[in-house]
């Protein structure tokens, strides 16, 4: 009795639960065999033909001789052979598609039967020619010195017949590998050219094509992980008790020794900031609380708690939680950005001159590996908003008519590292997209130095970090993506969780992270808030000894500062030192910090026509750090008379002389 089979019209329900996996029964597009374990879809072919690889049919009627199972397609990879083979079929519609060549395809004597049989005549014929120089050497017909020749003549034939044989076949090997692989090649590449083209638009027109996948849910908690976790919450919450029954600290040298392990005058916070006690200790906590259960806190609660960090910190800088993610440093957010964009070779990178050096070797590393060409328009600080802004208008009207076109990408400061200087950032970046360029703004040093609405300034991509003005553990930054371009934004890292959702595929892309240093920034918003009277009270203090400390060297050696004005310089004021100065004889190119007791960020042009200090105010420093200092700027001792040692040091007579017991021996 012969036995009927379901029909099934759709080839991805042939795996379904209930249904028989028939291969006879699937209708096209049809199954075509490539030298890989799953099958490929093609027009061409009628029939799914598994080669002797598939599961025979479930009927009763069996074949002759059973096949033998190796594998199965699965549904991802069906759906990936379908999508292959339309691609395929894509790139064959073309005009310019050229079908692979063959060997079967060459004329005489490349195919493989004739070039045998043309490699077969020169052995008979050389081995005749032997054979006959044999029989005229016996018979003694032709001179001896004669056959030599001939014989010479012979073995040579031979040798070249053997070496191009060899050569000729591994040619011919070498092509037709190459032909073999080339349907899958071009397959491949029409996929690669697909997401490029894709990843381009999204950039380009701020267009989301697809929606991406969602990330898993894990369900199920740890009670123990959760107890622990409730306690180092409950501790933090008595901590600020007990600050709020203190009141607001007096700033100055008194918040130094209360709540800062700094010592003698730290005046460089702009570099790496400066973490409060009362952050460093909740830092620890964590740590302590995540080794109760490494594996239980990290699949339950970390996503959970580090989404509590970013709405507080979203509502200080006005951004959307959903847009914003936390990252290690500033650089690491940049390279993120550049590293992710699909350039194409005589794309342009604009920036000014007066950008990060970590952005400069970005930008050559654009240049060396993606062939992207960086547009620098040079910046002579100081300039007014206005002239920025023309200048910057009138390179791109120029760009706008040159062959190359306008740049694809822009990228400023919103403020300047050793310059410090404040650009107007919201104007800027409504200039760029009036041009219709996507911009980056890489805010380091603009979080808690300055009122900052991102939504406001409207960029496509807003870098910040959150250790150097807002009190938090050294490692803690953030990126802000504006919607339409999270499709073409990815981090560096290749993680389980890569081609999920933006926010999960960055915030769960470091695996091991050190998830301490960004669960304490809650720590440090409530030190602002408790301890320091919350932000307008920061900024208010720092901007007013800002004002000082440029109206106090301005005074004492005529310093002049570098900015126009205070809303040009906030809270970091680059003044000029005077001639003749201790310091100015010792500064090399670049920048000098850290010389004790005073740690300061000198400045050096590389044309030595500036030689400046840069200040950074904070709340942890007071007018008395600033007037040492001066002393140390001037070679004077508090006192007045001249140091032939280093400025500010003590001389070997005021040194303390150390008992003979305290000595190391």
């Known amino acids: 009795m012969e036995s009927t089979t379901q029909s099934v019209p759709n080839p991805m329900m042939a795996r379904g639960r209930g249904v028989p996996h028939n291969p006879e029964n699937l209708s096209p597009p049809s199954f075509r065999k490539l030298d890989t374990d799953f099958y490929f879809l ?108 001939y014989w010479l003549v012979a073995v040579t034939v031979l040798v070249v017949a053997c070496v191009l044989r060899v050569l000729l076949f591994s040619y011919l090997d070498t092509v037709r590998r190459r032909d073999e692989r080339r349907p899958r090649r071009e397959a491949l590449l029409a996929v690669k050219n697909d997401h490029h083209r894709r990843m381009r638009t999204a950039w380009m027109q701020g267009r989301t094509p697809d929606r991406l996948r969602r990330p898993p849910t894990f369900s199920g908690d740890t009670p123990i992980m959760s107890s622990v976790i409730a306690d180092t919450l409950r501790e933090r919450e008595r901590r600020n008790a007990a600050a709020r029954e203190e009141g607001v600290c007096p700033f100055g040298e008194t918040m130094k020794k209360r709540h800062f392990w700094l010592k003698n005058h730290f005046l460089n916070t702009a570099s790496y900031g400066a973490t409060p006690r009362s952050v460093q200790e909740d830092k620890t906590k964590w740590d302590e609380t995540i080794q109760v259960n490494p594996s239980a806190f990290m699949r339950y609660h970390v996503e959970g708690l580090l989404n509590n960090v970013v709405n507080r910190l979203s509502a200080i800088i006005h951004s959307n939680p959903e847009d914003t993610v936390l990252t290690v440093n ?36 654009l240049r ?24 910057t208008k009138a390179f791109l009207e120029k760009s706008k008519n040159s062959e190359a076109g306008l740049p694809k990408l822009a990228n400023f400061c919103h403020v300047t590292s050793k310059t410090a200087y404040i650009f107007p950032a919201k104007r800027m970046v409504s200039l760029f997209h009036f041009y219709g360029i996507p911009v980056i703004v890489d805010g380091a040093q603009a979080p808690g130095h300055l009122d900052l609405n991102v939504n406001d300034i409207g960029a496509d991509w807003y870098i910040g970090t959150i250790h150097k003005w807002m009190y938090s553990c050294q490692g803690a930054a953030f990126l802000v993506t504006r919607s339409d371009r999270k499709y073409c934004t990815t981090p560096l890292d290749v993680s389980r969780y890569s081609g999920r959702d933006y926010k999960t595929e960055f915030m769960k892309s470091y695996g091991v992270h050190d998830w301490s240093t960004w669960l304490a920034i809650e720590a440090a918003f409530d030190f602002v808030d408790i301890t320091c009277g919350g932000w307008d009270n920061v900024r208010g203090y720092c901007r007013k000894l800002a004002c000082s400390v440029v109206q106090r060297f301005g005074s004492s050696w ?22 003749g100065s201790p310091v100015t004889q010792i500064l090399t190119v670049g920048a000098m910090t850290n010389n004790p007791p005073i740690s300061a960020f000198f400045l050096n042009s590389f044309d030595g026509t500036l030689r400046a200090v840069r200040c950074s105010c904070q709340i942890h420093t007071s007018l008395d750090d600033y007037i040492k200092l001066e002393h140390y700027v001037k070679g004077t001792k508090p006192n007045g008379s001249k140091s032939r040692l280093c400025p500010c040091f003590p001389s070997r007579e005021e040194q303390p002389k150390i008992p003979a017991s305290q000595k190391l021996t």
């Open 42 to 149: 093609s027009s061409s072919s009628p029939t799914l033909t598994p080669s002797g690889r598939g599961r025979p049919p479930l009927n009763d009627k069996q074949p002759e001789e059973p096949q033998k199972i190796k594998r199965t397609p699965t549904f991802k990879q069906i759906a990936t052979a379908v999508k292959v083979a339309n691609k395929v079929e894509e790139a064959k519609s073309k005009e310019n598609f050229k079908p692979p060549i063959r060997i079967e395809d060459f004329p005489y004597p490349m195919n493989g039967s004739y070039r045998e049989a043309a490699m077969m005549f020169i052995w008979v014929l050389a081995l005749t020619y032997m054979f006959v120089l044999c029989i005229l050497e016996s018979a003694g017909v032709a001179d001896r010195d004669e056959l030599k020749t």
């Open 330 to 365: 500033a650089n690491q957010a940049t390279s993120s950005i550049l590293k992710s964009l699909p350039w194409e070779i005589g794309d342009q990178l604009l920036i000014y001159s007066v950008e990060y050096d970590a952005t400069l070797n970005a930008a050559n590393w």
């Open 368 to 391: 060396l590996h993606e062939g992207v060409e960086t547009i620098t328009i040079e910046l002579t600080l100081p300039m007014t908003d206005d002239q920025i802004l023309d200048k």
């Open 558 to 579: 005529g310093g002049k500062v570098q900015q126009l004005s205070v809303s040009h310089f906030g809270n970091l004021p680059i003044i000029s030192l005077p001639e």
